[in-house]
């Protein structure tokens, strides 16, 4: 089952409601207009995973839309009371936390905000081991184009997700997992949902790379936490402006997430990606180890 | 008040519903994806206006995102009884018939489907005698991407329109009414909610034109209709590629769409366009008589 909280000023810990009946207005923006914000946590074993990051991050989005949200302190209440709610029915060893504010139905002062927490999906967990194909799509957008034109909600994790997701059913209509979206100017982006890493070794120096955050992507929870534990263990960071070509030339790629983590690419276009066991161990055991 | 009326097998009327309660589940796709595809049909005077090219537009966005959504009987119905209900309720000289088809709660086999119906914003009336003033916004996209790329749904209605209300935001802070999106090639595009029309006199002839839909616009239903109009009473038609520059040498300057009808633009980033009172009073007379 699915637990779910409202933010209400009524309610300080939250209201409670039941997810399996309608509770939202048909004219609300965030599904008229796809007009909100949102983040997926990761709920394992009692905590709420990276919540500092996720909830930081909410807030620059809601920013780069003008969108008025609720303080840090109602969303942790909410998220408390959802995540009660779950574990009273639910015994699950992952689950999904979902944050979403809209911007309300339209004429009225203020949005909707609400948390979710369901059963983690287990393909996700299972790609985790097994890996993933991916397909390079061009996103259409050049890599400078953030920068010019900041009324593209570039690097703000918005409810208007409907090309993300064509971009993932047609990787699958081409018999691939997963996308990673590419500028028109041939400039590694991200995937649909999820940031690209890459690794090289360069005798014992270890380096992990991810696309600079120029480029317009969305800045990843979990790459910035997988970074800040790979630099205290010694490896070498480095940021894009990354190719195609880097990723094929690197010594392992990966796509990580708040939800499923770390997940190895196996191919890119059909083409086999090195992967290199031993720097995935390190890097599964950094991620496990993220609060 | 808005009249509801969901799309439902059982009740092949549609099913009424009360707009002003939740009706919708918070886990639908259509909110936290934005994934989902719409119109919005203007209602004067007893008639639905432009019905069938706004269903078969809905039909084309529906295919473009591989959603599966009722036939047009089912609609059609639909739409006839939320009319009827808005009716009974509420006297209005304009009303907005909006038409939503969402992918629906994620892991299920059917999308959401409904009708609402509402009385029309003044400020759109008010717009069409007193003009706009517009910018121009870089939409990021060059204007070859629709062919290249058919993940990005150009040319689909989809609800995943956060970056069209950012764009009227922005051109509000700006002390502007609207925007012109300009691919990053500098090709004109359309507005975030209306297609772009210029007229040109050259002696006797009049010309009417429109940017190209390669350029991976939405197809405007308004367009379409005001184009047969004009053809019909002999003017000349004309498709872009177009330029700002063509912009401004147009003996004037029009956004239009199915709600707000034809808006005569006054000036493009502060600079004043020119204003032809008769072209603009022809064109008009062929909206009001578009059925």
């Known amino acids: 089952m699915t637990a779910l909280v409202f933010l209400d000023p009524d309610y300080p810990a939250g209201r409670i409601a039941d997810a399996m009946t309608p509770q939202l207005s048909v004219l609300d923006q965030g599904v008229t207009r796809g007009d909100g914000v949102f983040e997926s946590v990761l709920y394992t074993r009692s905590v709420v995973r990276k919540i500092d990051a996720h909830l930081a991050r909410l807030r620059v989005s809601a920013d780069t839309c003008d969108l008025a949200i609720p ?13 009660e709610t ?18 309300g139905t339209e004429g009225t ?10 059963a983690a999906p287990e393909l996700g967990r299972t790609q985790r081991d097994s890996g993933i194909s991916v397909i390079l799509l061009d996103r259409g957008y050049d890599s400078t184009v953030a920068e010019r034109s900041p009324w593209l909600l570039m690097g703000a994790k918005t409810l208007s997700y409907a090309v993300n997701m064509a971009a993932l059913r047609h990787a699958k209509k081409n018999g691939a ?5 590419i500028s028109s100017d041939g400039i590694v982006l991200e995937g649909p949902t999820s940031t690209v890493l890459m690794a090289h070794r360069d005798g014992d120096v270890k380096r992990l790379i991810t696309p ?5 992507i969305l800045p990843g929870t979990t790459q910035g936490a997988i970074f800040d534990a790979a630099k205290a263990a010694g490896w070498v960071l480095g ?18 997430s708040s939800v499923r983590l770390l997940t190895p690419v196996n191919s890119i276009d059909g083409v086999g990606v090195a992967r290199d066991a031993e720097l995935h161990a390190e890097l599964t055991a950094m991620v496990d180890s993220i609060g």
Not at 212 to 216: F, I, R
Not at 239 to 256: I, K, Q, R, S
């Open 239 to 256: 940021y894009g402006p990354l190719t195609p070509e880097n990723l094929m030339d690197a010594e392992a790629v990966w796509l990580v």
């Open 177 to 181: 997992d997963d996308v990673i979206f």
């Open 109 to 118: 002062a203020h949005g909707t905000c609400w948390v979710t927490v369901s």
């Open 71 to 83: 303080g840090e302190e109602a969303w942790r209440a909410a998220i408390a009371t959802a995540v």
């Open 212 to 216: 600079t955050l120029e480029t317009g």
């Open 86 to 103: 779950f574990d009273a029915s639910t015994p699950s060893e992952e689950a999904v936390v979902k944050l979403i504010a809209t911007r």
